[in-house]
């Protein structure tokens, strides 16, 4: 079944890139171990999931081994996704970022990462080899830019650099209310841009 | 916690972005069952915290796809979300209202409810023979045998130790408590397999000795990144943790 009918107009996260199948049809086949299916899957979200591992660990030969676990974890938890709870994209990238921020909260962070952050804040940029996933790209970007500096500030803090809401408000040197009402208008803010539809 | 109910929905940004303590996290949860707003809300934010992943995609390395194909048809699958051994009728409804992936026994069901049902009848035995007979359980000497076993000791919030080992490759953990204060009749130690999605699902009921220890407790389909917690709950146990966990501890590869 055609998923367009119930999202219509959406470039929406879950047909992104690669092989234009919807990932909310194939998880399915791949939680009956469908190999072909999960190479799809695997072509379809080893870019993102990479990315945002590789974004909140910095290290990249960490982030590849914490990227693969994610992956497999998609084969293994495929039976778990339920469509009718959010998109396949979402139920990826959550599992991709709890394993990342699992990762940096077990090991403390490392002070390396800490320090690289100290000297220049995440920004969205600093990452090589960029997917052609240009539109999508494009279009976050314009919807940060469209927040106020404080709320871009701490929902990239949160998100990309894989804090607690009270290490971002530490780190911004602003109230812990403050922080908690930034992160939250400032993502209903980009939901609203983004034309999400959930 | 003294924190008013319209100060938690502002947590629903923070949770969508995993930005939580996970004290804070378990609190929040809690409140969701009752907060069908939120909910809804972090529907939105989860699928917007997902655009913001989808936009740093770059390039794996080419090697991690071959690495990543060729492991998995050498990794079992978890089995369809299955009849939550505790659950009734009401409380699956009440599930279904979560956010989050359905909560639900995982991997092992038999075993989970073999060592259920073993541990309900021999609560009569003494401790010494409890422990003896539940050690040599084949699964959970399997677990104490694996190479990659972990051992994990956290105090209890309310006192007492609580102790696992843990094997990712065999996707389970035996937890055991020490000196743990025992409940009154009505009340029970639960535990919980926190899943990285935000689910949690009931690993079985801990009974506890008067002296505040637990025979070895087999928790199946533990994966890396999840979560193991106790909390307090009514006899029986409840289908959804409604407590603060007296203790987390994090599961790690």
């Known amino acids: 079944m055609n998923t367009s009918t119930t999202r219509p ?9 690669g092989g234009g199948r919807d990932p909310a049809e194939l998880l399915p086949l791949v939680a009956r171990g469908d190999q072909a299916a999960f190479e799809t899957v695997y072509d379809q979200f080893a870019g993102p999931v990479y990315g945002l591992v590789r974004k909140v660990l910095r290290d990249p030969a960490q982030s590849e081994e ?17 469509p009718a709870r959010g998109s396949a994209a979402a139920w990826v990238m959550t599992i991709a970022h709890h394993r990342a921020v699992d990762r940096v909260r077990s090991e403390n962070a ?17 990452v090589a080899e960029l997917v052609e996933t240009a539109l999508d790209r ?13 709320q871009a500030e701490a929902v990239k803090l949160a998100y990309y650099g894989g804090y607690t809401y009270p290490q971002v408000a530490e780190l911004l040197k602003v109230p812990l209310g403050t922080v908690k009402t930034r992160i939250r208008d400032g993502l209903i803010r980009l939901r609203d841009c983004m034309e999400v539809t959930w | 916690m003294s924190v008013q109910r319209h100060e938690l929905h502002l947590l629903t940004g923070s949770y969508a972005l995993n930005a939580l303590t996970d004290d804070e996290r378990a609190d929040f949860e809690k409140h969701l069952e009752r907060c069908p707003s939120c909910t809804e809300e972090i529907r939105g934010l989860r699928e917007t915290a997902a655009r913001l992943a989808m936009a740093t995609a770059v390039t794996p390395p080419p090697e991690m796809r071959a690495r990543v194909l060729a492991a998995a048809p050498r990794t079992r699958q978890l089995p369809p979300p299955g009849r939550n051994l505790l659950a009734r009728a009401g409380d699956r409804a009440r599930l279904r209202r979560l956010p989050l992936s359905r909560a639900s026994i995982t991997a092992g069901i038999v075993t989970l409810a073999a060592a259920v049902a073993f541990l309900l009848v021999t609560q009569i035995s003494t401790n010494r023979q409890l422990h003896q007979a539940q050690a040599s359980s084949s699964a959970i000497a399997a677990v104490l045998a694996a190479p990659d076993a972990r051992i994990e000791s956290v105090p209890a919030t309310v006192g007492g130790t609580v102790t696992a080992v843990m094997s990712v ?12 204060p025992s409940l009154p009749e009505t009340k029970v130690y639960q535990l919980w397999i926190m899943t990285a999605a935000g689910a949690a699902e009931s690993a079985g009921l801990l009974t506890v000795t008067s002296s505040g220890s637990t025979g070895p407790f087999l928790a199946s389909g533990v994966l890396p990144g999840d979560r193991l917690g106790i909390t307090v709950e009514p006899a029986g146990g409840t289908a959804q943790p409604t407590t603060t966990p007296v203790v987390i501890m994090p599961v790690t590869a």
Do not use: M, Y
């Open chain 2, 169 to 180: 490759r065999e996707h389970e953990a035996v937890v055991t408590t020490a000196n743990v």
């Open chain 1, 9 to 17: 107009e959406q470039p929406g996260p879950d047909r992104a890139e």
């Open chain 1, 138 to 150: 494009q279009r976050v970007r314009r919807c940060i830019g469209a927040l106020t500096a404080l």
């Open chain 1, 66 to 82: 914490v990227a693969q676990e994610v992956l497999l974890e998609v084969w293994r938890t495929a039976s778990r996704f339920d």
């Open chain 1, 110 to 126: 490392g002070l390396a990462r800490e320090q690289k952050l100290t000297l220049g804040p995440v920004t969205g940029d600093d």
